[in-house]
């Protein structure tokens, strides 16, 4: 009887769960209805330039500034995050691992308005002061380092912020799913005379999936961020192939006007949060297909 009455409860919170889509998406196509009924939703979409004060409403500067933002984080934040999973689990002692653990389990739960606060008055003029003027004085000539606006807040900044949030969750998940890697399999790797970091490779194999989710959520995290990446990405709508320029991502767009906006420019900015959902939707959907197709089809 417990058992029945635990699988309703459960049944129920997943339905529940399922049914608020629904209503998510209808509250935001009926907040932006003004607007889209004013523009096509493909001309919003394809749209080179954002503009409230006069009237200029393009989506594009914002989905290219957070596809760039986001795919730069993920790219700082995998490996990092992988090699302290297996740092924590396979290398370090008990001991010293499991207070690191905790560390980075802190690390995870810090405002991001904190993070962000950092960002700006302590890493962003670092780097300006640094790395920046390396890259513009000795690497000018690669376009990603060329900029005709040199600031501590860019392109580049907002990913190293967005690359240490997201850091800790797809560590945390990473380290639990090799923390589950059966001692058989590495029992026989061992068996075959593998060494250490041979060993570690076929557990890196086995966990596949796991790692995948770690993806999955640090994605997640790194295109809905908004608050920190506001205040480290100098929030100017470009195309500047650069990383050292200036940009903005749709979260920011909507963060920063949408206390002043009102009537179309309201329903304008919700159109944006509309527009982020369907390319958070397809960067998850085009992720699992990546997945099926390479790891033949094993989803679970």
């Known amino acids: 009887m417990i058992k029945i009455t635990t699988f309703y409860i459960l049944a129920f919170f997943t339905l529940l769960t399922i049914l608020i889509l629904p209503f ?17 939703f493909l001309d ?10 006069e009237q200029k409403y393009g989506a594009l500067p914002a989905i290219y500034g957070t596809l760039i933002v986001a795919a730069l984080a993920l790219l700082i934040a995998m490996p990092i995050s992988i090699g302290g999973a ?27 308005v ?11 003029p670092f780097l300006k002061n640094n790395l920046y003027s390396f890259l513009s004085e000795n690497l000018s000539f690669i376009p990603l380092f060329q ?9 580049l900044t907002a990913s190293l912020v967005l690359a240490y949030m997201i850091s800790p969750f797809a560590l945390a998940v990473i ?13 026989a790797a061992y068996s075959l005379g593998l060494n250490h970091w041979e060993v570690v490779r ?26 920190a990446v506001s205040m480290v990405i100098g929030n100017t709508c ?8 200036p940009a903005c991502t749709l979260s920011t767009l909507i963060i920063n006007n949408f206390a002043e906006a009102t009537g179309i420019e309201a329903s304008a900015l919700i159109g944006l949060g509309f527009v982020l959902f369907i390319l958070a939707l397809t960067l998850v959907i085009l992720t699992r297909f990546i997945y099926i197709k390479a790891l033949g089809g094993y989803l679970r």
Do not use: H, Q
Not at 86 to 112: N, Q, T, W, Y
């Open 175 to 187: 380290k639990e799913n090799l923390k589950l890697v059966p001692w058989s399999i590495k029992e």
């Open 147 to 155: 900029s005709s606006f040199f600031t501590s807040y860019n392109k």
């Open 238 to 245: 470009s195309f500047s192939f650069s990383l050292l320029d």
């Open 44 to 53: 919003f979409l394809l749209g080179k330039e954002w503009s409230l004060p």
């Open 24 to 40: 998510y998406i209808g509250g935001i196509l009926y907040g932006s209805r003004e607007f889209y009924e004013r523009i096509s």
């Open 86 to 112: 297996i740092a924590l689990i396979e290398f370090l002692p008990k001991r010293l691992s499991d207070k690191l653990g905790i560390i980075v389990d802190l690390i995870a739960v810090i405002p991001s």
């Open 114 to 124: 904190v993070v962000g606060l950092w960002g700006l008055l302590a890493l962003g």
């Open 202 to 227: 076929v557990m890196l194999s086995y966990i596949k999936p796991g790692i995948l989710a770690a993806f999955m959520i640090a994605l997640g995290r790194a295109v809905a961020e908004a608050v």
